[in-house]
């Protein structure tokens, strides 16, 4: 497309997302612009179609960083109001068989009950929706459906962000209805675009923000809504748990978590960093749910909705660094979330909090914006959140390491010395774990039974995905011959399966060849493609606004 004129708008601060991290940032702002009785114009920009609508996580959420930021938290009516009461964690030994681990060898960082904190089963969506509110009645301006294409960048400092166009024709023309993005210029930009964020992946790259530090790690959760008979529901009640049916070189956990209005949540959380090419997280989670211990749960009643997200896992070793001239990088698209607790949303929180109060701390100075915020640093590094991914630095990498078992024993002996054992790393991404496919059996997965287990097109059905379909394609191939010359013949070309919404095909052409389809219309916003692909060919970037998931209350 030729140059376009674009209308441009200057604010203070600009927020890329509208999730934990974000929403906690402008708020925090905008209180203390309050306290210091400050004018500042605070503005956030989300991809999805509302607030909320590509927010999925499990969640246990621990309340720490909502304390702080508004600690009247109950009489503003946030969406806390089931408490975990019981907890319990199982090893599945087999399709049948389940082992119920004693309370005394579960790691304490997974521990949901007890202690000096209560924590609520939650819907991550609704308390994103809630925190959009507040912020709303600071003063904050924020606007859905609009996502952030591209990071301004002048003379090596973050300047804010350009808007995508809406209404481009899939070949790169403008439609009727055609309006060009706009630019949003800041003084300081925060990225907030959760795991594997497409502006955060440009940036740690542009900043070599991840100088010194160990590749990133990631997970994929997939996660279930389900309504459940009333005598199957125990408001509260956690179970955890890990096992059958993943193979020993393929590591993650699931959980089951009963929250309000008769609902079970249940999900799967596998390790993007196993190896076999033939393996389908989507259909273990499927399989999963048939184990008798998942089943007495779910039998009878319906399941309402469907999701699926990348994770941000590797903790501590792999955080990059968060600061670079004009802006930060908080929450997952860092990568803060504690492995060792399954939580990310209180630190991610965290780092909102104390980004908002280093940028806020510049700004009442009179700085005109485009510094480095080292102070950021040195604040965070002195925060809870930080201590924490400290503790655990060790968790994830000891279960690649070691396997889930044996990684498990290395984390709960660490624990109990303090954090003594050696530090373990990992120092292979997750992409270059993949093996060939010829040193594997293919799994021949069960059937969908249309009760328990379930199809990828009826589940992508239930995520509400939608996309324009005449518009450019978001996800982008380095080299188009690729998929079908060298992954094909190498790994049975395993975006087939990786991906837990059915957006890549290898489908026969007229001749009879095979051939490589991108169906982005499916596309539930996960990343696992831009993460595990070996080639590392596919690049996952923001479609047209207001575009994918349309998660109820996830």
């Not at 009333?230 to 193979?247: F, I, M, N, R, T």
């Not at 959980?255 to 959380?269: D, R």
Request: hydrophobic share 35%; charged share 20%.
């Amino acid at each position: 497309m030729e140059h376009v004129e674009r209308d441009s708008m200057d604010v203070d601060v600009v927020i890329v997302g509208a999730g934990p991290a974000g929403l906690s940032a402008a708020c925090r702002l905008m209180q203390q612009a309050e306290a210091a009785g400050q004018e500042l114009t605070v503005c956030v920009v989300e991809k999805g179609s509302e607030v909320g609508a590509h927010i999925l996580s499990g969640a246990v959420f621990e309340p720490r960083a909502l304390n702080e930021l508004f600690p009247d938290w109950e009489s503003r009516g946030a969406p806390l109001t089931t408490p975990a009461i019981r907890d319990e964690l199982y090893l599945l030994k087999d399709a049948d068989k389940a082992q119920k681990l004693p309370n005394a060898l579960v790691p304490k960082s997974m521990h949901n009950t007890g202690g000096d904190q209560t924590r609520y089963v939650i819907s991550a969506g609704n308390l994103c929706r809630w925190l959009a509110e507040q912020a709303e009645g600071l003063g904050v301006e924020i606007f859905p459906g609009f996502a952030a294409q591209e990071t301004i960048i002048e003379d090596g400092v973050v300047k804010g962000i350009l808007i995508g166009d809406m209404g481009v024709a899939a070949d790169g023309q403008p439609k009727d209805g055609h309006m060009p993005g706009m630019e949003l210029r800041a003084k300081y930009t925060l990225f907030a675009e959760g795991a594997r964020g497409h502006l955060g992946k440009q940036l740690i790259g542009e900043y070599r923000l991840d100088e010194g530090r160990d590749p990133q790690h990631y997970g994929i959760g997939l996660k279930e809504l389900w309504d459940v008979p009333a005598d199957k529901h125990e408001p509260g009640l956690v179970l955890h748990g890990s096992g059958w049916p993943l193979a020993k070189d393929a590591h993650g956990g699931w959980f089951l978590y009963h929250a309000e209005n008769q609902q079970v949540v249940v999900g799967l959380i596998m390790d993007l960093s196993y190896q076999n090419p033939w393996l389908s997280p989507f259909d273990e989670f499927q399989r999963m749910k048939h184990h008798p211990l998942l089943k007495q749960y779910l039998e009878g009643g319906s399941r309402v909705a469907y999701g699926a997200r990348a994770i941000t896992k590797g903790g501590l070793n792999c955080l990059p660094k968060m600061t670079f001239p004009g802006g930060l990088l908080i929450g997952c698209d860092a990568g803060t979330l504690n492995f060792a607790k399954i939580k990310g949303l209180h630190t991610a929180m965290k780092s909102g909090l104390v980004a908002a109060e280093s940028v806020f701390e510049a700004l009442a100075t009179g700085d005109e914006g485009g510094q480095e915020l080292t102070a950021f640093t040195a604040k965070w590094e002195a925060s809870w959140a930080y201590a924490e991914l400290k503790e655990s630095a060790s968790f994830g990498p000891a279960i690649h390491k070691y396997g889930t078992v044996g990684g498990g024993a290395y984390n709960f002996v660490d624990q109990l010395l303090g954090g003594k054992l050696p530090r373990v790393h990992d120092t292979t991404p997750d992409h270059a774990a993949l093996k060939p496919a010829a040193e594997f059996e293919k799994i021949d997965y069960p059937k969908p039974d249309g009760k328990l287990s379930f199809d990828k097109a009826s589940s992508v059905f239930l995520s509400n995905t939608n996309h324009e379909e005449d518009q450019p394609c978001h996800l982008k191939l380095a080299d188009p011959a690729l998929p079908i010359r060298d992954n094909l013949p190498e790994y049975a070309e395993p975006a087939q399966r990786y991906c837990p919404a059915g957006v890549y095909e290898v489908v026969e052409d007229d001749a009879g060849k095979p051939r490589f389809q991108i169906n982005f219309q499916n596309c539930v916003h996960c990343k696992t493609c831009d993460i595990k692909d070996p080639a590392q060919n596919i690049t996952w970037v923001a479609p047209e606004g207001g575009g994918g998931p349309n998660y109820p209350n996830m």
